[in-house]
């Protein structure tokens, strides 16, 4: 398998603001509920990633979604359940490698939409170049020969907030791909 993980890493690079709430991307084929104003960074000419940041007591809580298309060199369709276990592997593994120290807390194989296949995962690790250890929780799918990823990204001193399992529910639940 190709490596596409490094799409999936957290960019803090600033690019075009966006305002909006209620987001949706053409470009990406998503509609998701980011906090606030959204930043996208084109990645390549296949990848992009959209991220909007929220506080909770002055500590950030990033909502990203990133959108890989499929390459000529890489499908982004299985036909097995297996298969895309294997991939789904991959992909985390490989979105671990932009953090230190990282461990997964959690995954879980399922049907998006009863339909397409994806992965409920957190893990928790240090981000590289920026010192800060931090718990991801992310929600990636196949639709239509494309990689969807929606994740909230925060520092662990907020990992028993209450208010986080709402914002990651309300997230995760507000992502609708075409």
């Given at each position: 398998?190709?490596?596409?993980?490094?799409?999936?890493?957290?960019?803090?690079?600033?690019?075009?603001?966006i305002s909006?709430?209620?987001?949706?991307?053409?470009?990406?084929?998503?509609?998701?509920?980011?906090?606030?104003?959204?930043?996208?960074?084109?990645?390549?000419?296949?990848?992009?990633?959209?991220?909007?940041?929220?506080?909770?007591?002055?500590?950030?809580?990033?909502?990203?979604?990133?959108?890989?298309?499929?390459?000529p060199d890489?499908?982004?369709?299985?036909?097995?359940?297996?298969?895309?276990?294997?991939?789904?592997?991959?992909?985390?593994?490989?979105?671990?490698?932009?953090?230190?120290?990282?461990?997964?807390?959690?995954?879980?194989?399922?049907?998006?939409?009863?339909?397409?296949?994806?992965?409920?995962?957190?893990?928790?690790?240090?981000?590289?170049?920026?010192d800060i250890?931090?718990?991801?929780?992310?929600?990636?799918?196949?639709?239509?020969?494309?990689?969807?990823?929606?994740?909230?990204?925060?520092?662990?001193?907020?990992?028993?907030?209450?208010?986080?399992?709402?914002?990651?529910?309300?997230?995760?639940?507000?992502?609708?791909?075409?």
């Open positions: 398998m190709r490596k596409y993980g490094f799409i999936f890493c957290i960019s803090l690079a600033i690019s075009q603001p909006a709430a209620e987001f949706r991307s053409v470009k990406g084929g998503f509609q998701a509920s980011f906090p606030g104003e959204v930043e996208e960074v084109v990645v390549d000419p296949y990848s992009s990633a959209w991220t909007s940041f929220e506080f909770i007591e002055e500590i950030f809580v990033m909502h990203q979604v990133a959108v890989m298309k499929e390459k890489g499908p982004l369709h299985y036909e097995t359940h297996d298969e895309n276990k294997a991939f789904f592997n991959m992909f985390l593994k490989e979105l671990m490698q932009g953090y230190s120290n990282s461990r997964v807390l959690s995954y879980e194989y399922f049907l998006w939409k009863e339909k397409y296949p994806a992965i409920r995962y957190t893990f928790q690790g240090v981000m590289i170049g920026y250890e931090v718990i991801n929780e992310g929600l990636a799918l196949i639709f239509n020969r494309k990689l969807v990823k929606s994740a909230l990204i925060f520092p662990t001193i907020l990992k028993d907030d209450t208010r986080l399992n709402r914002m990651v529910n309300g997230f995760h639940n507000s992502l609708v791909v075409f």
